[in-house]
């Protein structure tokens, strides 16, 4: 594929040239026009709570039919799929949601970003992970951030399924290390059903992830994996103990409790930097083969922009990069809706239009 110097500017950011593949180059340069203007008077705080609490976009979609399917992964393993499907389905390409570790699909930025596909005439699917939502039930085990079978697994599924046309994934946070290995580790192979990813404050190098995130951010998170384990031990009282709980007070705590050794309930890593090394997506980012477009913020209070800096993430010419000064995790809300966009969540709008622009490109 050709490629073509393509010279941008970033905020925060010296402008620098990078070789990106030629189809990006005008998407990169519509996309770059956008931009994020944050409200005056804020913080990354601020920002990560408004993508929350902003009321996502919906529309009235009669023509769109609604259903959940569960799709086993493994032996006492389910996740659930929530899809929002045009008439004649597998005419339309489809756009895939997958969440962070404490998302589902119920969460704002899976409804919004749904919601927008289907405005757009995609089909939407809104993916549970292991235990996410209301599906603690369906899986005796929590899901571990390197456990990419389960994403290709959604794949599989939604080709079985009929919907043959291109997939468009996005992906936020721990959501977004997940799918960037999947689809490293797919390489070529991914771009005969992968028309496009994009990521959303992404995890990529989980030994940046505990030592970075601000205390407030850890106690939420940890405040509900320990829910989820609490609801596991009702399912599965003979998998898991709950008295572990009380000893853990960080991330880094969390997974050298729940993902390393050997039992029912873990994953089998010997240590936890073989967790990291073994569970990152950054070793297979070279391996990328996609249009793939990442936004992420300076200010991002729970995952570190500095590994997208990387010379894996600059030397892939299929990795396109926005990192804002502001926008918090996942945040991203607009002082005010501009232009063409749909609501105030300017991430969502561009992740949407980097799909559309991909699908008219493929025209």
Same mark, same amino acid.
């Given at each position: 594929?050709?490629?073509?110097?393509?010279?941008?500017?970033?905020?925060?950011?010296?402008?620098?040239?990078?070789?990106?593949?030629?189809?990006?180059?005008?998407?990169?340069?519509?996309?770059?026009?956008?931009?994020?203007?944050?409200?005056?008077?804020?913080?990354?705080? !601020?920002?990560? /709570?408004?993508?929350?609490?902003?009321?996502?976009?919906?529309?009235?979609?009669?023509?769109?039919?609604?259903?959940?399917?569960?799709?086993?992964?493994?032996?006492?393993?389910? !996740?659930?799929?929530?899809?929002?499907?045009?008439?004649?389905?597998?005419?339309?390409?489809?756009?895939?949601?997958?969440?962070?570790?404490?998302?589902?699909?119920?969460?704002?930025?899976?409804?919004? /970003? /749904?919601?927008?596909?289907?405005?757009?005439?995609?089909?939407?699917?809104?993916?549970?992970?292991?235990?996410?939502?209301?599906?603690?039930?369906?899986?005796?085990?929590?899901?571990?951030?390197?456990?990419?079978?389960?994403?290709?697994?959604?794949?599989?599924?939604?080709?079985?399924?009929?919907?043959?046309?291109?997939?468009?994934?996005?992906?936020?946070?721990?959501?977004?290390?997940?799918?960037?290995?999947?689809? *490293?580790? +797919?390489?070529?192979?991914?771009?005969?059903?992968?028309?496009?990813?994009?990521?959303?404050?992404?995890?990529?190098?989980?030994?940046?992830?505990?030592?970075? +995130?601000?205390?407030?951010?850890?106690?939420?998170?940890?405040?509900?994996?320990?829910?989820?384990?609490?609801?596991?031990?009702?399912?599965?009282?003979?998998?898991?103990?709950?008295?572990?709980?009380?000893?853990?007070?960080?991330?880094?705590?969390?997974?050298?409790?729940?993902?390393?050794?050997?039992?029912?309930?873990?994953?089998?890593?010997?240590?936890?930097?073989?967790?990291?090394?073994? /569970?990152?997506?950054?070793?297979?980012?070279?391996?990328?083969?996609?249009?793939?477009?990442?936004?992420?913020?300076?200010?991002?209070?729970?995952?570190?922009?500095?590994?997208?800096?990387?010379?894996?993430?600059?030397?892939?010419?299929?990795?396109?990069? +926005?990192?804002?000064?502001?926008? *918090?995790?996942?945040?991203?809300?607009?002082?005010?809706?501009?232009?063409?966009?749909?609501?105030?969540?300017?991430?969502?709008?561009?992740?949407?239009?980097?799909?559309?622009?991909?699908?008219?490109?493929?025209?």
């Amino acid at each position: 594929m050709k490629e073509k110097e393509c010279r941008y500017s970033q905020d925060s950011l010296d402008s620098k040239g990078k070789l990106l593949a030629q189809e990006l180059v005008p998407i990169a340069d519509t996309l770059l026009s956008r931009k994020f203007s944050p409200m005056p008077f804020h913080n990354s705080l !601020i920002q990560t /709570a408004a993508g929350v609490w902003m009321p996502p976009f919906t529309e009235r979609q009669k023509h769109v039919t609604k259903r959940r399917e569960f799709v086993r992964v493994a032996e006492n393993a389910e !996740i659930a799929l929530d899809y929002s499907l045009q008439r004649n389905a597998d005419k339309y390409p489809t756009v895939v949601i997958v969440p962070g570790v404490i998302g589902s699909s119920r969460s704002p930025f899976s409804v919004g /970003a /749904a919601n927008k596909a289907v405005h757009y005439d995609f089909n939407a699917v809104r993916v549970n992970l292991r235990s996410a939502g209301d599906t603690g039930s369906r899986s005796s085990t929590l899901y571990h951030a390197g456990q990419s079978e389960d994403i290709k697994r959604v794949f599989d599924e939604l080709g079985n399924k009929g919907l043959t046309k291109k997939l468009y994934i996005v992906a936020t946070s721990l959501g977004g290390n997940m799918l960037l290995k999947a689809i *490293g580790e +797919m390489g070529e192979e991914a771009r005969e059903r992968i028309g496009g990813i994009a990521l959303v404050s992404p995890v990529v190098n989980l030994e940046h992830t505990g030592a970075y +995130m601000k205390r407030i951010h850890e106690y939420f998170i940890l405040r509900t994996l320990k829910k989820k384990v609490k609801e596991k031990a009702k399912a599965f009282p003979d998998n898991w103990d709950t008295s572990l709980l009380k000893n853990i007070k960080t991330i880094e705590e969390w997974n050298a409790t729940f993902q390393v050794g050997n039992g029912s309930t873990r994953w089998g890593f010997t240590d936890l930097q073989d967790y990291y090394q073994k /569970a990152s997506a950054l070793p297979y980012v070279s391996k990328i083969a996609v249009p793939t477009f990442l936004i992420h913020s300076e200010d991002d209070p729970v995952v570190s922009a500095l590994p997208l800096r990387g010379e894996q993430f600059v030397r892939n010419p299929h990795i396109f990069v +926005m990192i804002t000064q502001h926008g *918090g995790h996942t945040g991203f809300v607009n002082f005010r809706r501009t232009g063409d966009d749909l609501d105030r969540h300017w991430a969502q709008n561009r992740v949407i239009e980097f799909f559309r622009l991909l699908e008219e490109n493929t025209k």
